[in-house]
């Protein structure tokens, strides 16, 4: 059984930062294209970063280019997303996923197994 566990969220001031983990269990990770994803309150889940199977091709939605950067560690079967410069903006919970496919994919659709959430809060 896949299991995807997030951890690192919680409350910070703007203009702090956070890591948040996600230990995956149950597959082989170094197989799949990993992501986060996060859900801000009445709004709908939106795509964040992904990085590719071996670690080497990543993305990110506009809103956190050059503040947050995913990375992989297929030793430890874990990926991370570092996140600088938070603003209240970035407050929802993150989801860390797992797709079949080893490109890089964006769409929430794509992927096929999802953590339970860990919730980041950016206070002013």
């Known amino acids: 059984q896949v299991q995807l566990v997030e951890s690192g969220g919680g409350l910070v001031q703007a203009g702090g930062s956070l890591r948040l983990s996600c230990a995956v269990s149950?597959?082989?990770?170094?197989?799949?294209?990993m992501g986060w994803f996060r859900q801000a309150p009445g709004k709908e889940r939106e795509f964040v970063a992904a990085?590719?199977?071996?670690?080497?091709?990543?993305h990110y939605a506009d809103s956190v280019e050059g503040r947050f950067t995913i990375s992989r560690d297929n030793a430890k079967n874990t990926v991370t997303l570092q996140m600088n410069d938070l603003t209240q903006k970035d407050t929802a919970i993150y989801y860390c996923?797992?797709?079949?496919?080893?490109?890089?994919?964006?769409?929430?659709?794509?992927?096929?197994?999802w953590g339970q959430g860990t919730q980041v809060t950016v206070s002013s």
């Open positions: 996923a797992l797709s079949y496919s080893r490109l890089l994919l964006v769409a929430s659709s794509d992927y096929d197994y």
């Open positions: 149950g597959h082989t990770f170094s197989s799949h294209a």
């Open positions: 990085v590719d199977w071996t670690g080497s091709d990543t």
